[in-house]
């Protein structure tokens, strides 16, 4: 709020242009507007009782000071109220509807895995038969071999 009142003109001081700049800054909520209040008074306040200020700049401190809860209830500074109320729903609905679709696709991705990890454990388990399946014994070292290389089993012929 110091920032608005050092950077703009004391004539051009208004509740709502202090308002704005606060929602511009991002610092400024319905359920923070009281204290906000609270706040702003407590600067004003300040800049009425400091010496080394522009008259022009305590004047119009002590002017907004004066009327504050009154200038706080136009219906200006009311609508700026019910549009940041409104903004803010809107924003948690977004939030609300963004995060149920996270929710679903991450439902709908956890199924996809499982299906995956299911196949994948499927033919593993068809692999793992295949490789203890017992090997046919011949007389001869060579079909040994053979048979181990069909099934994929070269590792064990040495």
Known sequence: MTEYLDKTKSKDWTILGILKFARSKSSLSVATINDFKEELYAILQ???????????SKNKATKILSNFNSLFSTAEVRQF???LEYHEE???NVTSTYTATVLRDQQENQILIDQLRETFNS???K???KSIRPLDVEDDDHSYKRQCKDEGLSDLIE
Do not use: P, Q, T, V
């Not at 300040?46 to 022009?56: G, V």
């Open 81 to 83: 109220i019910k549009d």
């Open 46 to 56: 300040s800049y009425h009782d400091k010496c080394n200020i522009h008259i022009n």
């Open 127 to 129: 692999e793992r038969e």
């Open 90 to 92: 809107a924003r948690i």
């Open 123 to 125: 033919e593993k388990g």
